[in-house]
């Protein structure tokens, strides 16, 4: 009797056992009755194995119990825990009745994984519930998987570089086999967040096969909690404040801080052995500060911001055993997260004044149906269907500022706050993004079929197809408030002008006309209100061809395909034609094989092409350019009151706007150039993808250890750049120099000269999206595990990576620059932002003995690169706001802060110079449990996040000309606090 275990990497059932029969001559056995017994459900599921002596049987995760019966044959006992994902191969040997009456094998299942070459690697239950998390996301376990590559993880698995979301069309996420991964918006929604105690484990899976898609990176494979025999309950409180807490390591002080969180759980049986139900309910109270930390002339508008997130989780599951080939899976949950300063809008930093601050209200709720059947001994088939949303509502902290000078304004909401004010470095006021109301609706329906046969060996084949009808929904105007732009950086005497800076009705903009000009006022005018459909779908085929003993081959092709991507029946000339085509020809072959050399022994490798799923925002922004109108309006007059009054008069209406664009009356002059405030679709546009490669080994140590090493290659091809020249979001209406590479100076002159210097001379500034990013990581991820055995269990990870990537290309209207460009408009290919040379983690889980528990994880990350930028237009692109230019001024470039470097005989600065300092963290949880009447306990914990209270940071100011420059700001993770202690229970009973 012999055991493979194995990764079945696939949204289907939670594991799946299969293998065959034979005797003791090794002829094959038909008719064998197979049976498997979930331990804690009693839930059973049978299969007769076919002519060949093969079976295949669907199981659910954690321990389960086999047996094999035939008239005449001993019976044969087997007991496998699975995790979920996993496949075991269990092959069976049965001898006649009268040499034994019942064969039963004992020992550990095989860790290595000898028929599949897919990566990543799983978090077991105990992992799951016994580690010390900060927070208690159990998304932050992530970190601790093989090739994870995050030095945090907030709301995507990829964590950010310093306040920017990354990973995006990188991942996906999947509970209980149903995508729920928040596709719209980057980060401002966040993902979907569920209560730890509501989830039972997951594994994190890169280089998947076909049966998975739409990630040019990883799938994140989670299984909800379920209910057993057993009637079974939870009562928990996690409690963190102040009085535990070390000094800030920015304020140098102990900020005001306390936590709450209270959860519960139950769970049991409605039938024994047939039906199962189990609930949570979690509630998280947590007062935040937010520190503001500008240097200058604008420290004096520095403060702390408090207030208190709170947060609700609910889950609740069903089971039902059909029958012996039957189950269905129910599923809900929803999820509210109140954000009393969203860090994703308005930052507390050192470039925004605590004005730019934004409130956010986050939810999301999933319904999810399964139902897997056993069709034939050789044959199972799974159908799920599932309704997945999520929508946020983001507005200023501010007062409104109403009935003011804010004659400009869009018609006014709630919490629509004031206009931005833009200086070189610093802004003051409403981010440019808010308010905004934005949501996401995704229905989903999903079928597997798998089948097993034998032809020049055994193939495990699984093919099927999903569909997914998606709605984005906005209620949003970009730049809805205006921004006011100023060049350079504020006066000395700026705050004069601002007596109170959380109150714009104390604002003199007048006054600070009269010390520095402002340039131009942005501003849009239309319908608010989009609504963007889609509509997606795949089909795969994924054989498993054993085409020996030793060789596994793993050979998978999948197609994805999807309608009203880029917004594809809007039209915008001359950039965007209508009814565009949609993506539907993106084929991805998966190539991967197992060489098993011995029984301890895999040598794993592979490759395949990856295609992303592309967010949302190249829709939404499409639409917006199309029915709302932004008016750039310069002040050329250098008037007093442009800042309050920058239309010389009322708001013009979208009517009035639209006649008086040059584009409109095709003319140039006594009109108005038409500028757009988002970055419309490139008609050029792709779905990203990526090539992903892998050579490496497992080895099995002893019963319980096994290492890994893998060489892995990810080249992301096709990526999408949001409306870039260069490293900045900015303006592709420009016109290059082939003598120089460099481009005119854009300019909104209504000239024979200022039209020389726009690709579009009826246009002013222009932004577009275009899908030539492209990025190459290379890594050896290394592994070592220890499963739970003699009271311990253990994991670490190490990688040597690189990870290098292209600035966008430089633009001219929708086409590329044909020539050679500086250096900071495109092209160069360098070491990319949130590179990092080294990276390893341990983890580990100790039963002590007399009722203790002792667990805790450490984390290194070496230095991390960011970008630099000079936060100046110097190359006079057309948008003065933006802040990633790299070119500096002449001043600047002589007399620059400490350790800047410079590309030779320029003033433009290297790319990604600048690297943060290593990350330590080290973790610990002590636990001790107090057994009660009957099967009734307490635990009670002690947690120390950050135990030797390092100084990790996880953003820095890189603005060369920011006085700050070089100084960490503040992230809000739990992953840069200083050393904190929490204490805990959880009743048992």
């Known amino acids: 009797m012999s055991a493979i275990l194995a990764p079945d990497v696939g949204h289907a059932q939670e594991a799946t056992i299969l293998g065959a029969v034979t005797d003791g001559t090794g002829g094959v056995l038909p008719g ?67 040499v034994a009456e019942t064969v039963t094998v004992t020992g550990e299942s095989p860790l290595i994984d000898v028929i599949q070459s897919k990566l990543g690697g799983n978090i077991d239950p105990k992992q799951m519930s016994e580690l010390p998390v900060q927070g208690r996301n159990f998304i932050d376990l992530t970190m601790l998987a093989p090739g994870a590559r995050a030095n945090m993880v907030g709301d995507t698995p990829f964590g950010q570089v310093g306040t920017t979301q990354v990973g995006f069309g990188s991942f996906q996420l999947n509970v209980d086999g149903q995508q729920i991964t928040q ?46 025999n057993g009637h079974a309950g939870t009562f928990s409180g996690f409690f963190r404040d102040d009085s535990m807490i070390a000094k800030d390591f920015l304020a140098r002080a102990v900020l005001p801080y306390s936590n709450q969180q209270l959860a519960g759980t139950y769970g049991g049986p409605l039938v024994k052995d047939k039906a199962h139900y189990f609930a949570n309910y979690e509630y998280e109270r947590e007062p935040n500060t937010f520190i503001y930390q500008s240097t200058g002339p604008t420290a004096a508008f520095n403060r702390n911001l408090s207030g208190t997130r709170k947060e609700r989780k609910g889950d609740a599951r069903l089971d039902f055993q059909l029958s012996s080939g039957a189950h269905l899976m129910l599923r809900g949950n929803n999820w509210h997260n109140g954000l009393p300063y969203d860090q994703n809008f308005g930052a507390a930093s050192a470039i925004n004044a605590p004005s730019a601050a934004t409130q956010t209200d986050r939810y999301s709720d999933q319904v999810n149906a399964s139902l897997t059947k056993v069709l034939t001994a050789r044959a199972v088939n799974e159908v799920k269907i599932g309704h997945s949303g999520q929508h946020w509502a983001s507005r200023s902290v501010i007062p409104d500022w ?8 869009a018609p006014r909401v709630p919490g629509s706050g004031v206009p931005n004010i833009s200086f070189s470095g610093y802004s003051i006021g409403t981010p440019t993004n808010i308010p905004q109301r934005i949501g996401q609706d995704v229905y989903s329906v999903r079928d597997d079929f798998t089948y097993l046969y034998e032809e020049r060996g055994r193939h495990d084949l699984k093919t099927g197809g999903e569909y997914q009808n998606y709605l984005v929904w906005h209620d949003w105007c970009n730049v809805f408030n205006g921004q006011i732009s100023y060049s350079g950086t504020p006066p000395s005497n700026i705050a004069s002008f601002f007596p109170d800076p959380m109150n714009p009705a104390t604002w003199d903009l007048v006054g600070l006309s009269s010390v520095v000009a402002p340039t131009q006022y942005a501003g849009v005018i239309g319908d608010c209100r989009m609504r963007s459909p889609r509509n997606i779908g795949g089909a795969w085929v994924q054989d498993d061809w054993q085409v020996s003993q030793r060789l596994t081959a793993n050979l998978g092709l999948r197609w994805d395909g999807e309608t009203g991507t880029w917004a594809n029946e809007i039209g915008i000339p001359p950039f965007l034609a209508p009814n565009r085509p949609n993506p539907l020809n993106n084929w991805g072959p998966r190539l991967g094989g197992a060489f098993k050399l011995n029984d301890r022994t895999v040598i794993r490798g592979g490759w395949g092409i990856y295609y992303s799923e592309i967010i949302n925002q190249t829709a939404h922004n499409t639409r917006i350019d199309n029915q709302q109108l932004r008016i750039n309006t310069q002040n050329t007059a250098r008037r007093p009151d442009f800042a309050i009054n920058p239309y010389n008069g009322p708001t013009p209406s979208f009517d009035q706007a639209l006649a008086s664009f040059c584009s409109t009356q095709n003319v140039l002059s006594n009109c108005v150039l038409r500028s757009f405030s988002s970055s419309m679709v490139s008609p050029y546009q792709r779905i990203p993808y990526s090539y992903q490669a892998s050579i490496g080994f497992q080895r099995q140590i002893q019963d319980s250890m096994m290492a890994e090493m893998n060489f892995v290659w990810t080249g992301l091809r096709h990526d999408r750049l ?5 490293e900045t979001s900015a303006n592709t209406n420009l016109v290059f120099d082939p003598l120089t590479g460099v481009n005119l100076p854009f300019s909104n002159a209504l000239t024979p000269a200022g039209a020389a210097t726009r690709a579009y001379p009826q246009f002013g500034v222009v932004p577009i999206d275009w899908s030539n990013g492209r990025s190459d990581a290379r890594a050896l991820d290394t592994s070592f595990s220890k499963r739970f055995s003699n009271q311990w269990q253990a994991q670490a990870t190490y990688s040597l990576s690189y990870l290098y990537d292209a600035q966008a290309a430089a633009m001219s209207g929708p086409d590329e620059v044909p020539f050679k460009v500086a250096n900071d408009l495109g092209y160069q290919y360098t070491l990319a932002a949130s590179d990092q040379r080294h990276r390893a983690t341990f983890n580990g889980i100790w039963q002590m003995g007399y009722g203790f528990q002792l667990s805790g994880l450490y984390f290194f990350g070496s230095g991390q690169r960011f970008p630099v930028t000079c936060g100046a237009d110097n190359r006079n692109i057309g948008v003065p706001s933006s802040t990633g230019y790299r070119l500096c001024s002449a001043a600047v470039a002589a007399n620059p802060p400490a350790g800047v470097q410079f590309e030779p005989g320029t003033a433009i600065l290297v790319r990604n110079q600048f690297v943060g300092l290593p990350i330590h963290r080290v973790d610990v949880r002590l636990m001790r449990q107090f057994r009660l009447l009957g099967s009734a306990r307490v635990d009670t914990t002690l947690e120390v996040f950050n135990l030797f209270n390092h100084e990790n940071f996880g953003n820095y100011t890189t603005i060369v000309t920011n006085p700050r420059y070089g100084q960490p700001s503040q992230v809000a993770n739990v992953v840069y606090n200083p050393r904190t202690v929490q204490l805990g229970f959880r009743f048992a009973f």
Request: aromatic fraction near 6%.
């Open 183 to 228: 596709n719209c918006c980057a980060g401002a929604g966040g993902q979907p967040r569920f209560s730890r105690d509501a989830i039972a484990e997951f594994q994190f899976s890169g280089r998947f096969d076909a049966t998975q898609g739409r990630s040019a990176g990883v799938q994140i494979n989670v299984i909800s909690k379920s209910g057993t």
């Open 32 to 98: 064998v009755t197979i049976t498997v017994i979930h331990e804690a459900s009693g839930n059973t599921f049978t299969a007769v194995t076919n002519d060949r002596g093969e079976y295949r049987i669907p199981v659910r995760t954690g321990p389960n119990k086999i047996t094999a019966e035939l008239s005449g044959f001993g019976t044969a006992n087997r007991t496998l825990d699975l995790l979920v994902g996993q496949q075991a191969v269990l092959n069976l040997q049965m001898t006649p009745a009268g």
């Open 402 to 409: 109403v009935g003011g000078p804010n004659t400009f304004a």
């Open 722 to 726: 949001a409306g870039r020249v260069g």
